[in-house]
Nanobody
């Protein structure tokens, strides 16, 4: 069974930064598109950012554009989400996700992803 493991969450003040990491624990995902989603209390899970298998293409939700950066290191089999200028409304559980097969597309819909991590909590205080 494929597992994705997120880390790097925590409690920060508004304006500060965090970097989330995602590592597949069972097999490499170096040829898969990857994505980050988040879910705040009482809200549906929403798309945050996605990256192509090569890392050459990325896309972001409007709410995080210019503040968050998704990246990957295929040699280390890692995907990252650098979050700067954090706001209280960024508070959520953040999930890493991967599709089950190769795609050249950037995936922004959660139903396009097959594997999910357990999530890491990010809390931003005002």
């Amino acid at each position: 069974q494929v597992q994705l493991v997120e880390s790097g969450g925590g409690l920060v003040q508004a304006g500060e930064s965090l970097r989330l990491s995602c590592a597949p624990s069972t097999r490499p995902f170096s040829n898969h598109a990857m994505g980050w989603f988040r879910q705040a209390p009482g809200k549906e899970r929403e798309f945050v950012a996605a990256i192509s298998w090569s890392g050459g293409s990325t896309t972001y939700a409007d709410s995080v554009k210019g503040r968050f950066t998704i990246s990957r290191d295929n040699a280390k089999n890692m995907v990252y989400l650098q979050m700067n200028s954090l706001k209280p409304e960024d508070t959520a559980v953040y999930y890493c996700a991967a599709p089950s097969s190769y795609t050249a597309s950037l995936l922004t819909n959660e139903y396009e992803y097959d594997y999910w991590g357990q999530g890491t909590q990010v809390t931003v205080s005002s």
